[in-house]
């Protein structure tokens, strides 16, 4: 089954195939993301952490957000793919930052991980263009 792209149930998907994922036990706060220029115009998601692990998520802005990335359509997709490394948009100037670097830091590394590899992979699977 696949879910269409950036939707609440791709969104719902994302998470659940998260569950086990492990990041630096400093990574907690708010990540809001932005992803611009996509079919349906500019959607907004949020992503939050707590010592490490995903722990909650869903379309729209977070009341408060520790750190904001924007990326354009096409590169979210990249990235998603595993095209684009996080890390390399990030270097590029792909994937736009602002906010606070420490969860930047620990999102790149846990990004990096082969279980956000697979994750990315499973993920991709189950979208729908």
Do not use: C, I, N, Y
Request: aromatic residues 4%; proline residues 5%.
């Amino acid at each position: 089954m696949t879910d269409r792209w950036l939707s609440d149930a791709w969104v719902a998907t994302g998470a659940a195939e998260a569950a086990e994922l492990t990041g630096p036990p400093s990574l907690s706060g708010s990540v809001l993301v932005e992803v611009t220029d996509g079919p349906d115009g500019d959607v907004t998601l949020h992503a939050d952490f707590a010592e490490g692990r995903l722990v909650g998520s869903g379309a729209g802005a977070p009341a408060s957000a520790d750190l904001t990335l924007t990326l354009t359509d096409s590169d979210a997709r990249a990235v998603l793919s595993g095209a684009l490394d996080p890390s390399v948009a990030f270097m590029q100037g792909r994937m736009k930052v602002a906010g606070a670097m420490g969860p930047l830091l620990d999102l790149l590394a846990l990004a990096g991980t082969d279980a956000a590899r697979a994750w990315r992979e499973r993920l991709a699977l189950h979208t729908d263009a």
